[in-house]
Structures are given as C-alpha cells and as structure tokens.
C-alpha cells in the first residue's frame, strides 16, 4: 500500500521549481494544480520543466480542472467551453506527466436522470477525444459537496462503472451533502479499484450543503486513517486554506498510526 498525501496549489510558474522542492522536503509526494480560476501554465516548456522537477522530487502531480464547467447545461455554447477546458487540462496535463484531471461535472437542471445520461455521454466523448489526441491523463468527476449539484458518490461511482472513466471522492463534500462522511460505507465501495484520489479537509456546511472549507483538525484526520484500506494505492489532496501544513499533518498523524501498529 503507497499512501501520498499532499497540497491543492502548486503556486505560480516561477514558484513552482521551489514550492515542489519544500513539498518534497515536507515528505509530501503529491500535488494537486489548481487551475479552478483558469489554466495558468500555457506552453508545454513550463509544462514539461515542472513535470520534470516532480517527478525527480517524487510527487505525484494531479490537475484540477477550471469550476467553470456544466456539461449538463441547456446551453450548447456553455458545453462547449467546458469540453475545451477539460481538454485544455488534458493537454496541459500530459507535458506535466499528472496522472488525473479532478473536475465539477454540473448541475443537475430539471431532470436527476436525464442530467446523469447527459453527463455520461460527454464524458464517453471527451475520452474518445482524449485518446485520439493521445493525451494521458484520465478523467476523474469529482463529488460535490451541494445539494443540488451533480455530484452525489452513487453518481460519481456509476460515472466510473459504466464510462471507465476515474474519480475523486471528497470526503469534506460527502459531509457537507449527507452529514457524514460515510467512511466505512464508501471503502467498501471501492474494494475493486486499486488506485484511489482522495480530497479531505475541514470544511463548513449547512442545510444546502458545502460553505466554505477551513483548517482540518488532528481529529478528523484521526477518522479518515483509521478507515483507510490497507491495500490501495491513495492519494490525499488536502483544500483547506493552509493545505501544505494540513497535508504536512496529515502525513504525521498517518505515520504515527503506522508505528502504533
């Protein structure tokens, strides 16, 4: 079992040769770009460099996609764009070597189902798109922590069962949306995948779902630990608002679990 905790954010172009290097330091071996409010790493030189210096600092880089995506949307021009972010993400993401682009699939609209089928067939085309243009990174719908936004863990789960597709499970989501992180119940879920993207921080919720995300606590990390499987490969990405010293944390309180047993 390989357990890699690390960051969302990976800071600008410039930083991102030193950000790596502390990371590394840190003994964090993954890193989460965050390209929610746009794309910022443009050509495939820096790309390539920053892929480089991960890899030979040993972390495993993963990209999440702009929040500006529905690819359920009544609005053709709005799929559209969204399917180029996506793809953009991908094409970036193949230069950086991340193995995963993270994404918001859409809002659920009038109809749950017809929202899932719609969803669904995008994702089958945009992989077909993906693997035409040979592009490496795999696609991973992401849970979402409101209510009325695609996103539930059976959508999410279904999603990879019948596109083949990834995902991510964000367990400070799955609280938000169902008042509990379902820990026990959603492992089992995941018996079958060998390799499992993981978001975990604190996170504020109310009646409608996620607010905003904060510090993650010594306590919670306690929870998440304890019900890890012993024979996965896991990635934990950490969004809370001090996510390296989070993830650092994180990283602590696994290690001192591992030599209490």
């Not at 989460?32 to 390539?48: M, R």
């Not at 995941?190 to 009646?207: D, N, P, Q």
């Not at 969004?239 to 679990?257: F, H, N, T």
């Amino acid at each position: 079992m390989s357990i890699q905790f690390g960051p969302a954010g990976l800071g600008g172009v410039k930083e991102a040769e030193n950000n790596l290097k502390k990371y590394a330091k840190l003994g964090l071996k993954a890193c989460e770009i965050a390209f929610t409010y746009g794309i910022y790493i443009k050509s495939k030189e820096d790309a390539l460099r920053i892929g480089k210096i991960a890899e030979n600092s040993g972390i495993k880089l993963s990209i999440h996609a702009p929040y500006w995506i529905n690819l359920n949307s009544e609005e053709k021009d709005k799929i559209k764009k969204s399917r180029e972010r996506i793809l953009e993400c991908c094409r970036i993401g193949t230069f950086l070597g991340a193995y995963r682009v993270i994404f918001h699939p859409g809002f659920y609209g009038k109809d749950k189902e017809k929202a899932y089928e719609n969803i669904k067939n995008q994702i089958l085309e945009l992989q077909r798109e993906i693997k035409a243009k040979k592009y490496t990174p795999k696609l991973a719908p992401e849970t979402t922590g409101k209510i009325n936004v695609f996103g539930g863990v059976e959508d999410i789960l279904k999603l990879a069962k019948e596109t083949g597709c990834e995902f991510c499970i964000d367990f400070a989501h799955v609280l938000a949306r169902y008042k509990s992180y379902r820990f026990e119940e959603i492992f089992k879920k995941l018996e079958k995948f060998k390799e499992i993207h993981l978001h975990f921080s604190g996170i504020v919720y109310g009646e409608k779902g996620e607010k905003n995300h904060k510090e993650t606590s010594e306590k919670e990390w306690e929870k998440l630990i304890s019900f890890l499987p012993k024979n996965k490969e896991i990635v934990i990405i950490n969004e809370s608002p001090l996510p390296v010293k989070d993830s650092a944390l994180g990283l602590d309180i696994y290690l001192k679990s591992k030599d209490k047993n």
